[in-house]
């Protein structure tokens, strides 16, 4: 199991970039793929994007495809969400979380999640 904290949260104007950071202690860190998502008030919860293992492949939502970027460092035990051009629709807690050695949309294959970091977009 791993735990996990989010961090770099905050408050931005739109058109801005912003980029989040997810520690994890625990030594399985490089064996699982990793992803992010997000909800928003009264929203559920929706996939962002994920990395597989090395960091090799990536998978986005098409509405953050072309303006967020997902990379880890397994060293560091840390994976980053990068978002550019940022738009108002995308505020919301973004939550990082942990699956097996699959890349997956879905986030009932990810077991293990962090508390969320808020990410708020004015115009």
């Known amino acids: 199991q791993l735990q996990l904290v989010e961090s770099g949260g905050g408050l931005v104007q739109a058109g801005d970039s912003l980029r989040l950071s997810c520690a994890a202690s625990?030594?399985?860190?490089?064996?699982?793929?990793m992803g992010w998502f997000r909800q928003a008030p009264g929203k559920e919860r929706e996939f962002v994007g994920s990395?597989?293992?090395?960091?090799?492949?990536?998978l986005y939502a098409d509405s953050v495809k072309g303006r967020f970027a997902i990379s880890r460092d397994n060293a560091k035990n840390t994976v980053y969400l990068q978002m550019n051009s940022l738009k108002r629709e995308d505020t919301a807690i973004y939550y990082c979380a942990a699956t097996g050695s699959i890349l997956s949309r879905d986030a009932r294959r990810y077991s293990d999640w962090g508390q969320g970091t808020q990410v708020t977009v004015s115009s």
């Open positions: 625990g030594r399985s860190f490089s064996s699982r793929v």
């Open positions: 990395i597989s293992l090395g960091g090799g492949t990536t």
